[in-house]
């Protein structure tokens, strides 16, 4: 396992990502997990993160000290502010720049071992620099192995302490050999086999499951999206009669999708699906609840609340059922975790931020450590309908973090209707399975407008479209212009108390995928 300390960087997930489609299994922890918990781990090598700090800040992100003076007795990569840390440590000086460094740089190569294996030396290739310190005067025993006009040492390395260090962000696509470098890394520095694959993250998550429930009863809450129906496909190998799925419906669904789901899961899942309408209780705990935050921890609350009644009140698991399976994800752990204080935390998503502190069942989360295009591998290797494993990621929230402010049932109408046709013109045009995300946001504002003859004062949909590998970075879908007129014109006619539509033009970041 490779160990990345995260320092807060925007791009910490973008290394992860490129270090295990290389092959090699990874992790990201916090900057600040003790040299204990870090030597447990016992990583074959460790990379050390970018960040928005600087090294002189007085609340600057520090890590054990074993992470910075080869007393792991592994390979060392730091990246930006990585390379900063790593130089102080060591003794050299990193000063803020004359000339903040954002964007594209040509690099020359000096060295053509190690990290540039496989490059020509005194050749420019283009890097990806995004630093307002550099380091000035390099640690004495550093050996300089490539420069850029603006950095003269933009990539250096100790070889007593098996350390390296760019100035550069290898993992985003601008850099245009960026890969090459990382597999570098990882393959002739640290001697790693590219063998982490999801058929063997597959049998290790089975082996996990049946060390966790044993002969116990599990009960799993399945909404018809990709990660809880793979949750429970991967149970239902693992300990088969040891599942019931719960399908929760929130009140909080698309157009229709209560019935489908039950309907396409109760013929997959059989006798072992309860179906439970708590459609009520959830608009009665949301009612007056605007802030976001608040109201994904009302949800995760309730559904627990939920499921712990239906395990104890059900004939097909009352006295037996001790654990609770979700589908969390990687993506839903790092940004609900907060890497330097309360204000780093993106979102708390509603099966992690907003789970109670006692609750009588155990968790089971066996797709914790995956990324949606990995569990999409997984529900492949698990022979799922191809309907569920290329479903459009859908919040555990539902339509009450896509109707901004107050929850009520009329919002929610409008927004399913809207939303129902939004999505039934993508797979009409054809481009459905080429974004990765698509919903219809109900804003709390009204505007002016003319239908017919007369004037109105009615409710402005939003709509969003990405594309995406994992949802942790996300461009905007650029649409044929016709799609997106057809789909205007639908909504204003067809909707009743919408007479404006707008197309959110954002990427991830600076703004998130969701609206909330």
Not at 71 to 87: Q, S, W
Request: aromatic letters at 8%.
């Amino acid at each position: 396992m490779v160990v990345i300390l995260d320092f807060g960087s925007q791009y910490t997930q973008l290394i992860a990502r490129r270090i295990r489609e290389a092959g090699v299994y990874c992790e990201i922890h916090p900057f600040s997990i003790s040299e204990d918990k870090l030597r447990a781990m016992e990583p074959a090598a460790v990379v050390l993160s970018g960040s928005p700090a600087s090294v002189y800040d007085d609340d600057a992100p520090m890590p054990c000290e074993a992470a910075l003076d080869s007393g792991l007795g592994v390979p060392t990569l730091g990246i930006c502010y990585g390379m900063c840390v790593a130089a102080t440590a060591a003794g050299g000086r990193v000063d803020p720049a004359s000339k903040r460094e954002y964007g594209r740089a040509d690099l020359t190569v000096s060295s053509t071992e190690d990290l540039f294996y496989g490059f020509d030396a005194g050749t420019a290739t283009v890097v990806w620099m995004s630093h307002g310190d550099k380091l000035s005067t390099p640690p004495s025993d550093w050996e300089v192995i490539a420069s850029s006009h603006n950095s003269p040492f933009a990539a250096m390395r100790d070889r007593r302490r098996n350390l390296y260090t760019l100035q550069f962000h290898p993992e985003v696509v601008h850099t245009d050999r960026g890969r090459q470098i990382l597999d570098n890394f990882l393959f002739r520095i640290c001697g790693l086999q590219a063998d982490w694959t999801m058929d063997s993250f597959l049998d290790t998550a089975i082996a996990k499951v049946r060390d966790q429930v044993g002969d116990g009863h599990v009960i799993c809450g399945i909404s018809g999206g990709v990660d809880s129906t793979v949750t429970a496909a991967l149970l239902e190998r693992a300990v088969p009669g040891q599942l019931t799925g719960v399908f929760v419906n929130n009140g909080l669904l698309r157009k229709d999708e209560g019935e489908q789901v039950r309907d396409a899961l109760g013929s997959y899942f059989k006798t072992d699906l309860l179906y439970v309408d708590a459609s009520d209780r959830f608009l009665d705990a949301l009612a007056g609840v605007v802030d976001p935050e608040r109201k994904r921890k009302i949800i995760g609350r309730t559904f627990i609340e939920v499921f712990e009644e239906a395990a104890h009140e059900s004939d097909a698991t009352r006295g037996k059922a001790r654990f609770l399976a979700q589908g969390t994800l990687y993506p839903d752990v790092i940004e609900s975790v907060s890497v330097r204080g309360p204000s780093s935390t993106i979102k708390s998503h509603h099966n992690v931020g907003g789970l109670p502190e006692k609750m009588k069942l155990e968790l089971v989360e066996p797709l914790r450590e995956l990324f949606k295009d990995e569990v999409r591998a997984v529900g492949e290797l698990l022979e799922l309908p191809r309907d569920f494993i290329r479903r459009h990621p859908f919040p555990g929230p539902g339509l009450a973090v896509r109707v901004l402010g107050d929850v009520n049932r009329e919002d929610l109408d409008i927004l399913r209707e809207a939303d129902a046709i939004y999505i039934e013109e993508l797979h009409r045009a054809g481009i459905y399975d080429e974004i990765w995300q698509a919903f219809a946001v109900l804003l709390p504002i009204r505007t002016v407008g003319v239908q017919g003859d007369d004037r109105t004062y009615d409710r402005v949909i939003a709509l969003r479209a990405v594309v995406s590998q994992d949802g942790m970075t996300a461009d905007w879908y650029r649409f044929p212009q016709e799609v997106l007129a057809r789909v205007s014109s639908r909504i204003s006619n067809e909707v009743q108390g919408v007479n404006r539509i707008a197309y959110d033009v954002s990427s991830k970041p600076p703004a998130t995928v969701e609206w909330e």
